[in-house]
T-cell receptor, first 116, second 115 residues
Framework: GESVGLHLPTLSVQEGDNSIINCAYS??????FIWYKQESGKGPQFIID?????DKRQGQRVTVLLNKTVKHLSLQIAATQPGDSAVYFC???????????????FGQGTILTVHP | ETGVTQTPRHLVMGMTNKKSLKCEQH?????MYWYKQSAKKPLELMFV???????ENNSVPSRFSPECPNSSHLFLHLHTLQPEDSALYLC??????????????FGNGTRLTVT
């Protein structure tokens, strides 16, 4: 899962396994959450988002779960492939009230390595 | 292929140089952002432009100066930088209404090295 510190958490899985990446967010007032994937040499790429009025959302091979009680977010990747190897970030939007834009706060990231 | 294009991809500059980073978004969005990504740190928000107006300046030193001439273009002017400013600078855009509940779309960044 996410942590504050000098080293990113890592997750190593075999191709075809399911992966679960965890994130603890900080602000109970956050109302919107996003998962991003960042490959080497590229910018963060949007994967899936979820609003605080939901606890689960599914995409293609990915599922995001939100537990507001314990301020926990997870990303599940089904049938993980070598192309899924990347750094995964969670981000929370802290609604600033009356503004038209978001202020995303990012976690430090988790390195996912998928072995063939 | 990203809808947000950043140039240059790599930049090496001395502490006394002046340079500019450029960002262009092709998504029709109305908000643009500069983020800084340093090793071992989460992404840090620097500036936000919403409807071409700067609405956020996140305590960024004045040696970084943003410019947003229209809703599709964003610049970051750099002068008298320090070695600790070396980082990946990411531009992003989003379509905003009230509340900001829409994802940011990022470019691939400019890798800046200050010598």
């Amino acid at each position: 899962g996410e942590s504050v510190g000098l080293h990113l958490p890592t997750l190593s899985v075999q191709e075809g396994d399911n992966s679960i990446i965890n994130c603890a967010y900080s602000n109970s007032a956050s109302d919107y959450f996003i998962w991003y994937k960042q490959e080497s040499g590229k910018g963060p790429q949007f994967i899936i988002d979820i609003r605080s009025n939901m606890d689960k959302r599914q995409g293609q091979r990915v599922t995001v779960l939100l537990n507001k009680t314990v301020k926990h977010l997870s990303l599940q990747i089904a049938a993980t492939q070598p192309g899924d190897s990347a750094v995964y970030f969670c981000a929370e939007n802290i609604y600033a009230g009356g503004t038209s834009y978001g202020k995303l706060t990012f976690g430090q990231g988790t390195i996912l390595t998928v072995h063939p | 292929e990203t809808g947000v294009t950043q140039t240059p991809r790599h930049l090496v500059m001395g502490m006394t140089n002046k340079k500019s980073l450029k960002c262009e978004q092709h998504l029709g969005h109305n908000a643009m952002y500069w983020y800084k990504q340093s090793a071992k740190k989460p992404l840090e928000l620097m500036f936000v432009y919403s409807l071409e107006e700067r609405v956020e300046n996140n305590s960024v030193p004045s040696r970084f100066s943003p410019e947003c001439p229209n809703s599709s273009h964003l610049f970051l002017h750099l002068h008298t930088l320090q070695p600790e400013d070396s980082a990946l600078y990411l531009c992003a855009s989003s379509q905003e209404g009230t509340g900001g509940n829409s994802p940011l779309h990022f470019g691939n960044g400019t890798r800046l090295t200050v010598t």
